[in-house]
Nanobody
């Protein structure tokens, strides 16, 4: 089993920045691909960003490309999501997820999930 714990959410004004962290524990060798998803109130969960831990190859949703950056520190089993130029539409609960395979865009393919952290962008 893998446990994921997110932190770093909060309230920020439009144009501001936040950094989310996700720390994995347990069978971390199973966390080849790690991703961030978000779910706004009344909406479906959507892909935000993903990273392959061994190669640092990253992927982003078009809506966040150029504003968000995903990175990882493998020695600490931690993945970050740096969020800049935040917009009201970025308001959501953000979830960290991990899987042991290559597919990264679909939430159903991830094996492990964190509890989520709220990000609220006020206008």
């Amino acid at each position: 089993q893998v446990q994921l714990v997110e932190s770093g959410g909060g309230l920020v004004q439009v144009g501001g920045s936040l950094r989310l962290s996700c720390t994995a524990s347990g069978r971390t060798f199973s966390t080849y691909t790690m991703g961030w998803f978000r779910q706004a109130s009344g909406k479906e969960r959507e892909f935000v960003a993903a990273i392959r831990k061994r190669t640092d190859i990253t992927y982003y949703a078009d809506s966040v490309k150029g504003r968000f950056t995903i990175s990882s520190i493998n020695a600490a089993n931690t993945v970050y999501l740096q969020m800049n130029s935040l917009k009201p539409e970025d308001t959501a609960v953000y979830y960290c997820a991990a899987r042991d395979g290559l597919a990264y865009r679909t939430g159903n393919e991830y094996n492990y999930w964190g509890q989520g952290t709220q990000v609220t962008v006020s206008s």
